[in-house]
């Protein structure tokens, strides 16, 4: 990577990762199993709490992929899925044939809203079609509205599909996201706040249906001295190797939130005193976010016309990584012909919006840098 640019969420070793890679080497598990592997659920387990049950695998969208396997979506089935996400939450229902129905955020949390999801779920029934499941997601690390989401699921008898790709460490009401749906997902691609390189996690309530997705992650293999099959199965388990990766990775997990949570406090200190830029924050005390990624949303009304994209350029200019916040999936093109249900609040936010570098691992130098940098454009 180029040491001097500074980079939206780059990987954060704390130092033992390397420990457990080698002892991989050592004892020869370089294999989609093994004592890594074991491990690194059982630190998951015990961080997440709440009973639950983890399995680790090969991504994000493999854990969402066999997620709605075990909430039973075949094609043409309908799910309901949260429109301001990354791909990786829809893409998989596609996978099974069945049909997204997107629906608009709600501007606190940035996440789906509940009124919109209601409605969204009693026009879909009008027109004969009953929505079997609900993806909700914890976008940026900002738990969505669990109490509100999870009262309408259970009005209409709809199972959750909790996305916490973004979440690990945010809480709800002191609870761990991750553990709230009837499924729930975890990513460590390279830019979470925690990274096994590639890879994720399914989190379940139960023992049966962990086993249930390691059965399907590991090409549905039944048990019988030779290679039979009785059902479709997925090449979707974690490496031995990877997951030590994990295993160090847990180690430093709060403490590298701590400091994703310092970026946030170190942006709303920047732009406390410049009108039209708002940073997203928790709505209340009920909501802990990991911070994964802090955003700004900026109003040219209120800052002489300055737009989110000048300002993305101008941190490109200096060598400073921003981005756009999710296009939604209503606008992409690839899920344009879908169901939309909700307003235009998405839509404003993804105009608006921009995530600023807010790496663990980012210095004192890095800060300097990015402020000067928003100082001298916001004089001009």
């Known amino acids: 990577m180029n040491n001097s640019k500074i980079w939206l969420s780059s990987p954060h070793m704390g130092g033992s990762e390397q420990k457990y890679v080698q002892q991989a080497f050592d004892t020869n598990w370089v294999a989609p199993l093994g004592p890594n592997v074991n491990g690194f659920e059982q630190d998951l387990e015990n961080y997440l709490g709440n009973e639950c049950y983890v399995g680790a695998l090969s991504s994000g969208t493999a854990a969402i992929h066999l997620g709605l396997i075990l909430l039973g979506i075949l094609a043409g089935d309908e799910v309901i899925c949260q429109s301001m996400t990354f791909s990786a939450s829809a893409n998989p229902i596609l996978y099974l044939g069945a049909t997204p129905v997107f629906v608009d955020s709600e501007s606190e949390t940035w996440n789906l809203c509940p009124i919109a999801l209601e409605e969204a779920i009693v026009d879909r029934m009008a027109k004969g079609k009953k929505p079997k499941a609900i993806i909700a997601v914890h976008l940026y690390g900002m738990p969505f509205r669990v109490a509100e989401i999870k009262a ?15 979440a690990l460490g945010s809480r709800y009401k002191g609870k761990q996201c991750g553990t709230f749906g009837d499924i729930g997902i975890l990513s460590f691609n390279g830019n979470k706040i925690i990274t ?161 570098p807010s790496g663990s691992n980012l210095t004192d130098e890095d800060r300097s840098r990015i402020e000067k940098l928003f100082l001298e454009f916001i004089k001009l």
């Open 152 to 166: 309408v699921a259970a009005k209409y008898r709809i199972p959750i599909l909790e996305d916490s790709a973004e």
């Open 196 to 356: 096994t390189s590639g890879g994720g996690a399914i989190v379940t309530p139960s023992k049966e249906l962990k086993d249930k997705a390691v059965f399907l992650a590991t090409q549905a293999r039944d048990n019988a001295p030779h290679y039979q099959h009785s059902e479709v199965g997925y090449n979707y388990r974690m490496s031995n190797i990877c997951a030590g990766i994990g295993r160090g990775q847990m180690e430093v997990l709060d403490a590298h939130i701590a400091l994703r949570r310092k970026m946030n406090d170190f942006y709303k200190e920047l732009f406390k005193d410049i009108e039209g830029i708002t940073v997203f924050d928790a709505p209340n005390t009920d909501y802990v976010s990991n911070h994964w990624l802090t955003a700004i949303v900026v109003d040219p009304e209120k800052t002489n016309g300055i737009t989110a994209e000048q300002i993305r350029l101008v941190l490109e200019a200096g060598d400073v990584e921003s981005r756009p916040l999710w296009k939604p999936m209503h606008l992409q093109p690839v899920f344009e012909a879908y169901p939309y249900y909700g307003k235009s609040i998405a839509q404003n936010l993804f105009e608006k919006g921009l995530c600023l």
